[in-house]
Each structure stands twice: as structure tokens, then as C-alpha cells.
């Protein structure tokens, strides 16, 4: 297993995504910081969500020549044919809000039936070590989209995303959703990779 004084830099500055993270690097004695306010922008310009999460995470693991984690996600709908995927955050144009993402969304599935708006939330995390291969793995949370938004909670697709039991996303505590989501899968599988890793050595 990794020294304790690994320190893992997160290539994000929402604070709650940085919490998550080092609930589940915790166990592995890794110190959780988020990238610095002057670190560099990437360009998340690749076509699949592996390789947003991978260009992320090198380039802050080079920039500052040690270990850093980045995850890339989104939303795929089957009826659109896997839309927006890599595009879910700008679905309705690159300055969308989510409510302008959601009104697309809708409109899109407009006459789709209930029984065939099957969709899930995907998640691809990269971690990035100077000098070792980059580590990748995914998450999945499965739902379908629903005709009319419910629920005051979460961000961005999760008033329209209902999962198995009936309830929205948004109609969830940040608990419960961290608990199930596509990253928290996503998470627990990079960890699984990093104690393999480990034990092989």
C-alpha cells in the first residue's frame, strides 16, 4: 500500500467533490487537496469521458510532479443514441445553464414513451502518477428520465433522473446520492485497483 504521506491533488475546486473523494482515499492513508487557485485550465476536449479524465489528471500530476485524480462524467440517454454524453454539461449551448439543459433534454424526448427512456449517469476517473501508467475506472448509476422535473436537491440532470426505487436524484439527500452515484462506483473501483496494485508489489 501507498505511504501515508501520499498526497493526492484532485483536479477540481468544488469542495464537496473533494470531501467525497478523500472519504474513500481515507483508507488508504492518502492526504486529499484540491488543485491550487493557479493551477492550469485543461481544455476537456476529448471524446469520451476517459479521455477528459485522463488529460485532467496528467496534466495536473506533471504540472506539479505528484499523484493527481480527476473524473469526467455525464448523462446517456439510449434514445438519443447516447446523448450528451461528453456534452452534458453544455447540451444547450457552451454558456447553458442546467435549467437550459433540462428544457433541451425534455424537448428531445418529447413523444419518447415511458418505457423507453432508459438513461444513466457515467463516471470515469483517471489518477496520474509522474512516471507511472495512469490508472482509469468507471461508475454507472442507471435510471430513466422522467416527463417533469421532481425533487429540490442535487444539480444539473438530477431533477429528471429517476432510479429503480422511484425517487429522483433530486429528491435525495447529498448523503444518500454520494452513497449510490455513478462516482462513488467509479471511486470504490480506483480503490480496489490501488490495494491490487498494492499487494502485487
Known sequence: ????????????????????????????????????????????????????????????????????????????VDALEGRPGVYSARFAGEDADDAANNAKLLRELEGVPDGAREARFVSAIALARPGVETLVSFGTLEGKIIAEARGTNGFGYDPLFELANGHTLAEMTVEEKNRISHRAHGLRSMIDMLKMESTAR
Request: net charge negative; with cysteine; aromatic share 6%.
Open 1 to 76: 500500500m501507498e505511504p501515508v504521506t501520499t498526497k493526492l491533488l484532485i483536479a477540481t475546486r468544488n469542495k464537496g467533490k473533494v470531501l467525497e473523494i478523500a472519504h474513500f482515499f481515507a483508507e488508504l492513508g492518502w492526504h486529499v487537496e484540491p488543485i491550487p487557485d493557479d493551477a492550469p485550465e485543461v481544455i476537456e476536449d476529448g471524446e469520451t469521458f476517459a479521455a477528459n479524465a485522463i488529460k485532467k489528471a496528467e496534466t495536473i500530476a506533471a504540472h506539479y510532479n505528484c499523484p493527481a485524480l480527476a473524473d469526467d462524467s455525464g448523462l446517456e
